[in-house]
């Protein structure tokens, strides 16, 4: 089900919906429905738990998409249309809600590299990430409303954090879709590049914080505040990891 590739093995089975490859210590997740959009199906998340599971250990991840049409277009309405009652309706949303919930509680820094589109349910993938990068021809939006239903994936409350209560309802409420250089003025898309360029960037962002030192970035997302922050930046400053890098500046200056 899962596609496995780095440099010392190529593991292929039938029916691949998503792609796992491990860049040193960077994970890349990508969904690989492109004649779907990138549209998740029940599948696609058991798919996607087996990626999650198989990418433990890695220090950063990527979540994108395949193709450069839609990062994800949301729920696939063909295979969801199944879904007729209550709990089954209940039951789809809570597995999927899960699945967002592993990607934002990921130990490392996790980026939606936004390769194209991001709609609906792809919108609440999108912000269980920590960085949003996005080439700039891309569009964002929690447009459910316009299916009479609303967002059920955990991207509410993910949304109002990122932008603020007020801007999510208006953003959710009216099913707003809108382009890369909105979103970023809003805070809800933090980098915007290039199409040409987005690639190379957003793989160069995750290589950096992939090698980063480890405390560092657990401290950094953790949120910590004085004195915590400061008993962490001395252990920090300590360190032979810390020390090793201040002399490679420090001789590069000279």
Do not use: Y
């Not at 349910?121 to 996005?134: L, T, Y």
């Not at 994936?153 to 990122?162: F, K, S």
């Not at 922050?229 to 300590?238: E, K, S, V």
């Amino acid at each position: 089900m899962l596609f496995s590739q780095n440099k010392n093995a190529n593991i292929v089975t039938e029916n691949i919906l998503v792609i796992v490859e491990m860049d040193g210590e960077l994970a890349i997740i990508t969904i690989d429905r492109p004649q779907a959009r990138n549209a998740i199906a029940p599948e696609t998340m058991d798919q996607l738990d087996e990626a999650l599971d198989s990418v433990r250990g890695a220090r950063a991840l990527v979540i994108t998409g395949a193709g450069d049409r839609a990062f994800v277009s949301g729920g696939d309405l063909k295979e969801l249309a199944k879904l007729r009652t209550l709990e089954q309706a209940a039951d789809m949303a809570r597995r999927m809600r899960s699945i967002c919930d592993r990607i934002a509680q990921f130990p490392g820094p996790v980026i939606a590299a936004l390769n194209g589109h991001a709609l609906g349910g792809g919108a609440e993938v999108a912000v269980a990430a920590d960085i949003r990068i996005a080439a700039h021809d891309i569009k964002i939006g929690f447009n459910q409303v316009s299916l009479g239903i609303m967002p059920a994936w955990g991207g509410a409350e993910r949304l109002a954090a990122l932008v603020g209560r007020g801007r999510a309802l208006m953003l959710a409420g009216s099913g707003t879709i809108m382009g890369a250089a909105d979103a970023e003025s809003l805070g809800l898309v933090d980098r915007v590049l290039p199409r040409e360029s987005f690639d190379e960037g957003w793989r160069s962002l995750a290589k950096s914080l992939a090698n980063a030192p480890a405390e560092s970035i657990k401290r950094v997302m953790s949120g910590v505040a004085p004195p915590e922050a400061i008993d962490a930046f001395a252990r920090l400053w300590i360190t032979d990891e810390h020390w090793a890098a201040a002399d490679r500046v420090m001789n590069r200056n000279k």
